[in-house]
């Protein structure tokens, strides 16, 4: 009965995109237990939770309380399970999340529950009840960092169970922006709205948030007493100039209370405390004052002398009238009992003011069962089934029906208990990911396929897959699990032969029922036993079987074969140029005079050489890049050398044809790429104000990192690059890009002399760990992969000394500062418009992080940063479907007149296999 509301954000997307008043983006309201969708009198669209199929639907009736949503609330069961609703967000945005419960004697025991409310894995609060007819309510800040959140009730300790209201508020700008946020939640715990002028709160439409500002003149325990003799209420009508979003509600700010008599004192409970608290006072001036009054106060908490320090003088920082001025603590520590007071400076006329206040509490966020991501991807291969939709974590507060954990504060899951789950398929690899797994029950389905490799699982015990379909044989690496005592697999379709390993003393192993799985024959009559046995089907079968492995085995030993061959190892290179079959095409230098029409036309230069264009007699175009240093290596090392990189093919990278060494000139040549560098399309003359669109950009660096990929995991050993960089990164006449000089630096370093400490590669890209330690790893390619990536995102030069204000001097200096405090529009190219997807731009700009982290270890690999390049791809396409009409047309055309900048006027092309003049040689910073 625990269903995600998938359908609920499908109808709100609806709602938000198909509405012409859309006044309420960002919103879910949820109305609990209710029946139908409705508006209420405040404008906000409630919507039933009728699909969440899970607990019961209880109408109450509470004087005073006519809101149709508290008329209404769903409860659950008491047992050990947890119930969770799980709410569609946007990633990396922050959300006010807001729970009610009203009880109303729903269950006519008026006995008031008390039960556990969890964000994902993360205890949020104990739900106590403590009067039939009011309502309890919590409140979350969240910075979103998954595409939903789960909000789960569990463990009742008394009674049910139950909601009445969950409310999801989308935040637009960064006022709870904490340097926490990635490791806490606020909990909310005042929010108050002084000298207000009646006693309701003040909310939506008020605030476009619909944060909820209470009265300071509402009457309940332990709220805001011990006022000060000589506390006044003051209002004006004068709108109040907030000055950004998310600052409390004008409404709010027109009021205030003043200590005439030189202090303001308050008493309150804190909900949750005593802990850390990220705490904000907002005031504005409100009242006249003649030119010889000031207005100026102290805060004073017992026990906190540090904190009287500060004087608050809100005209001095909200200078003139009617502004706001918000100074506030981001890590305080408070009391349950918070007293605090305002005192007036002895220099001061006029007494304290305070117009408003907010109190919320760090709560540190769970991060759950370290096995979530393995079993979502067994859960998304039987996304249909009920047990799937349990929501939230695996494990925490309480784990699923069909699982067990272990104690640990991650906890791991130990059991899997999915017998007779009428569940079709493979065994989910995912499942052999769980590394605390103990026991597993798939017995009793349809499962088909074969066995999957345990061998991550150590711990395992128990495998139970019998009463299933599976085929193939029995793996005998089952035998090297060195806990299991038991295995059931009877009752399948395995083959082959039981491995000997398996039928040793101490293990419960029921393999019967698998028609063609055989014990292991030691002795040939054996096995003509069996065979004669068996019916002719049979035996023909067998025969195939036997015949598919042999061509198997036989298939795979020719494929590494081949494997050795096409990859170019370091034994390869005592391979020499008198082999003409692999030697790469030695050009002759009047071959290459010819194609070139002498040197005629440069298109680039750089830290190697210069580049020119050419021309082959059949009329195949070719860069020829004449080395500018001539202390290479000998020529037949250097032949060597270029044999080997021109072995190497791939779509992705840059084809060397051939070379030539003649005269003291060495000289390679390349296949001609017509759309030159990505970097002149980034922010190269080439751009003219326009540039390639978002999802061209993601392309080039999928293309990119397909190639690096390949030098890093296809090539044996593996060839770093170690001059990456957008300059090296080519555009052919379809605008797919491919690297260019690998291999290069090493042609160049290792040649000259076994100096192999010598730094190459370019500032701004380098890899500060191989610069420091001289320990070149593919992790140094991936570091420069993080540069271009972070260019790509903002169309800026790795390096500048304008561009980056004057704390930075190189982009990724610059990025990380804006991204890490949640401001990526701060460095997103401007040329790029509108015309992107936020999300997929954060997938890009986290990952970008992760590669220009300053120790390689925790760099990811390049498959890694690959696979969320094409992640940001598919969300890229998604959206890019919801902006049709508007924004299509515009990438269109930039994407043709890119196209149309290389396909003839190759004199425009200045920099073709261009190579920096910041090269650093040893001189990197
Ligand atoms: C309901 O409101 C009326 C009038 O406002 C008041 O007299 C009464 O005490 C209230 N009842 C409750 C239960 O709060
Ligand atoms: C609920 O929580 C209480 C206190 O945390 C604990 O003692 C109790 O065992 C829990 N009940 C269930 C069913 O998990
Ligand atoms: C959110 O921010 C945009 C500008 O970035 C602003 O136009 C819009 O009104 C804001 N929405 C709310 C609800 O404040
Ligand atoms: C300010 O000046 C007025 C007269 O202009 C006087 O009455 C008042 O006492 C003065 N206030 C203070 C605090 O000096
Ligand atoms: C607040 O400060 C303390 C001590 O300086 C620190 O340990 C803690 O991590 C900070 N942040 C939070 C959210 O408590
Ligand atoms: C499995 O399928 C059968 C027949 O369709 C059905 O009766 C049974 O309830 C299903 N079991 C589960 C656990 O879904
Ligand atoms: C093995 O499984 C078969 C089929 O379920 C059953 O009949 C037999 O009793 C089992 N043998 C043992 C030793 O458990």
């Not at 209710?34 to 109408?59: H, P, R, V």
């Not at 037949?636 to 003649?662: A, D, M, P």
Request: proline letters at 4%; a negative charge; hydrophobic letters at 35%.
């Amino acid at each position: 009965m625990e269903t995600t509301f998938l359908f609920l954000s499908s109808l709100f997307l609806l709602f938000s995109f198909s509405s012409p008043q859309i006044i309420q983006a960002g919103f879910i309201s949820l109305d609990c237990g209710g029946t139908e969708s409705f508006t209420d009198e405040i404008g906000l669209q409630w919507t039933t939770d009728a699909k969440f199929n899970y607990g019961e639907i209880s109408t109450i009736s509470v004087a005073n309380e006519t809101r149709k949503q508290y008329t209404t609330l769903r409860h659950f069961p008491a047992d050990s399970r947890k119930y969770c609703y799980t709410l569609d967000v946007v990633s990396r945005t922050r959300y006010l999340l807001r729970a009610t419960f009203l009880y109303g004697n729903f269950d006519k025991n008026n006995v008031y529950p008390k039960f556990d409310i969890s964000v994902g894995a993360t205890h949020w609060s104990t739900i106590v009840i403590s009067d039939a007819n009011s309502i309890e309510m919590r409140e979350l800040i969240f910075l979103a960092s998954s595409p939903t959140v789960s909000v789960c009730l569990s463990n009742a300790t008394t009674g049910q169970p139950f909601i009445s209201t969950l409310e999801l508020r989308q935040f637009n700008g960064s006022i709870y922006f904490t340097q926490y946020e990635q490791q806490f939640y606020l909990s909310v715990s005042a929010r108050i709205n002084f000298g207000a002028e009646s006693d309701a709160p003040i909310r939506y439409p008020d605030d476009p948030f619909d944060r909820i500002w209470e009265s300071d003149s509402v009457k309940k325990a332990n709220y805001l007493v011990d006022v000060a003799a000589g506390t006044e209420k003051i209002s004006t009508k004068v709108p109040i100039d907030v000055n950004r979003y998310e600052a409390p509600p004008v409404k709010v700010m027109q009021t205030a209370v003043v200590g005439t008599s030189g202090s303001l004192t308050y008493r309150l409970n804190l909900d949750g405390f005593p802990g850390t608290a990220w705490a904000v006072t907002y005031f504005a001036e409100i009242e006249d004052l003649a030119p010889n009054e000031s207005r100026k106060f102290r805060l004073v908490l017992p026990g906190q002398p540090d904190i009287s320090k500060a004087v608050v003088n809100i005209v001095e920082n909200a200078p003139g009238k009617y502004r706001l001025y918000e100074p506030g603590f981001t890590n305080l520590s408070l009391p349950f009992v918070l007293s605090f007071k305002f005192g007036k400076t002895s220099d001061s006329s006029k007494g304290p003011l305070l117009n408003a206040m907010e109190i919320n509490k760090y709560l540190e966020k769970n991060d759950g069962s370290p096995d979530a991501a393995a079993i979502s991807g067994v859960l998304s291969r039987f996304s249909s089934a009920d047990w799937t939709q349990e929501g939230g974590d695996p494990c925490l507060p309480v784990p699923w029906s069909w699982v067990r954990c272990s104690s640990d504060p991650q906890p791991r899951i130990i059991s899997i208990l999915l017998s007779s789950k009428n569940l079709t398929g493979n065994i989910p690899s995912d499942i052999t990911k769980l590394v605390g797994l103990v026991e597993l029950w798939l017995d009793g389905n349809y499962l088909t396929g074969p066995l999957p490799d345990f061998t991550g699982c150590m711990d395992l015990k128990i495998i139970h897959l019998e009463n299933n379909q599976l085929t193939g044989t029995l793996p005998a690496s089952l035998a090297n699990l060195p806990n299991l005592r038991e295995l059931y697999v009877q009752n399948n379709v395995l083959s082959g032969v039981v491995p000997q390993d398996l039928l040793s003393n101490g293990l419960v192993f029921n393999y019967s029922g698998n028609y063609n799985l055989h014990r292991g024959s030691r002795t040939m009559s054996h096995m003509y036993i069996v065979i004669g046995s068996a019916v002719g089907a049979s035996v023909l079968l067998l025969a195939t079987v036997i015949s598919c492995l042999v061509m198997r085995k036989g298939k795979r030993r020719n494929y590494e074969k081949e494997h050795i061959v096409s990859v170019p190892t370091q034994r390869l290179a005592s391979w020499t140029s008198d082999d003409p079959a692999e030697a790469a095409h030695c050009f002759s230098l009047a071959e290459i005079e010819s194609a070139t029409n002498n040197f005629e036309k440069r298109i680039g230069s750089g830290g190697f050489g210069i580049v020119y264009y050419g021309k082959l007699k059949e009329g195949k175009e070719i860069a020829v890049k004449v080395l500018r240093n001539n202390s290479y290596q000998g020529k037949r090392e250097f032949s060597n050398e270029v044999t080997l990189l021109s072995r190497i093919h791939h779509r992705n990278l840059v084809q060397l044809l051939g070379y030539c060494r003649e005269e003291e000139n060495s000289i390679l040549v390349y296949e001609f790429m017509h759309n030159g560098t990505l970097k002149e399309h980034l922010y190269g003359p080439l751009t003219h104000g326009r540039s390639i669109n978002w999802i061209k950009r993601l392309q080039i660096a999928e293309d990119a990192a397909k190639g690096i990929e390949y030098l890093h995991t296809g090539c044996v050993p593996v060839v770093i690059h170690r001059d990456l960089k957008s300059s090296n990164i080519l555009l052919d006449t379809h605008m797919r890009a491919k690297v260019s000089d690998f291999g290069l630096s090493k042609l160049a370093v290792d040649g000259v002399s076994h100096v192999s400490s010598i730094v190459r590669g370019t500032v701004g890209y380098l890899d500060p760990e191989y610069y420091i330690s001289q320990q070149l790893t593919d992790k140094s390619d991936v570091y420069s992969f993080g540069v271009i990536l972070l260019e790509l995102i903002s169309g800026q030069e790795a390096i500048s000394n304008e561009n980056f204000g004057i704390h930075c001097r190189n982009i990724v200096q610059w990025a990380k500062l804006h991204i890490e405090s949640g401001d990526i529009q701060g460095i997103i190219d401007p040329l790029l418009g509108n015309n992107y997807d936020l999300q997929s731009m954060w997938k890009i700009a986290e990952k970008a992080l992760m590669c220009v982290q300053p120790h390689g270890d925790m760099r990811p690999s390049i498959s890694e940063v690959l696979k969320e390049i094409q992640d940001a791809i598919s969300i890229e396409r998604e959206a890019e479907t919801f902006r049709k009409g508007n924004s299509d047309e515009v990438s269109r055309n930039s994407f043709h007149s890119s196209m149309n900048l290389g396909s003839m006027d190759i004199g425009r092309v200045e920099s073709f296999l261009s190579i920096d003049q910041s090269i650093a040689q040893p001189t990197a910073r």
